[in-house]
T-cell receptor
Framework: AQSVAQPEDQVNVAEGNPLTVKCTYS??????LFWYVQYPNRGLQFLLK??????LVKGSYGFEAEFNKSQTSFHLKKPSALVSDSALYFC?????????????FGSGTQLTVLP | DTGVSQDPRHKITKRGQNVTFRCDPI?????LYWYRQTLGQGPEFLTY????????KSRLLSDRFSAERPKGSFSTLEIQRTEQGDSAMYLC????????????FGDGTRLSIL
């Protein structure tokens, strides 16, 4: 079975500082990995994905993520945080084939950027 | 607006009543997914469709839950004989047919059971 762990329920960072939101995963085979952001009372908004290729992927709003196969991690990063980045962030994994085509999400990390 | 649309946004009902939610996906997307999200948790997969075919429904929470997508366009999720534990946000997502394509989510239907 596939699973995702987001070890930090809450991350606080000062505006202008770099931010990291951690994610580790477990899946059979090569993973498809995704990051989503959720604002209050809204659905999830796609940020970026890793399918294959370069381990550093860039996405929307200046976010990027680094895939590390040996550590089974896919941490979300941004060089300089904005107050408007404050939201709930979800990491998700999907197996590339087989019956487990659905996304499995982590429990989320609440990011607060302090002015 | 060309995003995923869900209706209603909020539904309050008494325990034991039936409820139905509607999802209109992005028009060119042939895959449609339903998820449930409870407070403090990530979305939990329920079921998905490829066009009008329901390809995975074993994750539906009980036989009180059912979903349809009769013409391969919009979809409905029905919960019969609602229970207190059904209170949650129900999210719909759609995507193109390839597995590497991201799912695009609607804003959800928040269900509250009195």
């Amino acid at each position: 079975a596939q699973s995702v762990a987001q070890p930090e329920d809450q991350v606080n960072v000062a505006e202008g500082n770099p931010l990291t939101v951690k994610c580790t995963y477990s899946v059979s085979g090569n993973p498809y990995l995704f990051w989503y952001v959720q604002y209050p009372n809204r659905g999830l908004q796609f940020l970026l994905k890793y399918i294959t290729g370069d381990n550093l992927v860039k996405g929307s709003y200046g976010f990027e993520a680094e895939f590390n196969k040996s550590q089974t991690s896919f941490h979300l990063k941004k060089p300089s945080a904005l107050v408007s980045d404050s939201a709930l962030y979800f990491c998700a994994v999907r197996a590339p084939s087989g019956s487990a085509r659905q996304l499995t999400f982590g429990s989320g990390t609440q990011l607060t950027v302090l002015p | 607006d060309t995003g995923v649309s869900q209706d209603p946004r909020h539904k309050i009902t008494k325990r034991g009543q039936n409820v139905t939610f509607r999802c209109d996906p992005i028009s060119e997307h042939n895959r449609l997914y339903w998820y449930r999200q409870t407070l403090g948790q990530g979305p939990e997969f329920l079921t998905y469709f490829q066009n009008e075919a329901q390809l995975e429904k074993s994750r539906l929470l009980s036989d009180r839950f059912s979903a349809e997508r009769p013409k391969g366009s919009f979809s409905t999720l029905e919960i019969q004989r609602t229970e207190q534990g059904d209170s949650a946000m129900y999210l719909c997502a759609s995507s193109l047919g390839q597995s590497d394509q991201p799912q695009h989510f609607g804003d959800g239907t928040r269900l509250s059971i009195l």
